[in-house]
Nanobody, 120 residues
């Protein structure tokens, strides 16, 4: 059974930085693209960034482009999100996601989330 566990969230001042990690197990991590999402209070869960299975390509939401960097270590089965120049609007629960084959259709697996709060 695929399992994802996020870590690294916390309270940071505006302009600060954090690095989130997503530890994967139960599937062949290096074979699949991985994504980060976030959900602010009272809002829908929004896509943040995606990385190819081999890390060769990445893509970002416009709201984080130039400030966030997604990366992965296929030896350690960990994905990262480096977040710089953080703003209060980045406050959210951050989730990692893997889309894996299912018996009849692809299935999305999510971690439990890690809280990021940007406040002075």
């Amino acid at each position: 059974q695929a399992q994802l566990v996020e870590s690294g969230g916390g309270l940071v001042q505006p302009g600060g930085s954090l690095r989130l990690a997503c530890a994967a197990s139960g599937f062949t991590f290096r074979n699949y693209p991985m994504s980060w999402y976030r959900q602010a209070p009272g809002k829908e869960r929004d896509w943040v960034a995606v990385i190819a299975s081999d890390g060769s390509s990445t893509n970002y939401a416009d709201s984080v482009k130039g400030r966030f960097t997604i990366s992965r270590d296929n030896y350690k089965n960990i994905m990262y999100l480096e977040m710089n120049s953080l703003k209060p609007g980045d406050t959210a629960v951050y989730y990692c996601k893997a889309r894996l084959p299912g018996p009849s259709a692809p299935r999305d697996y999510w971690g439990q989330g890690t809280q990021v709060t940007v406040s002075s």
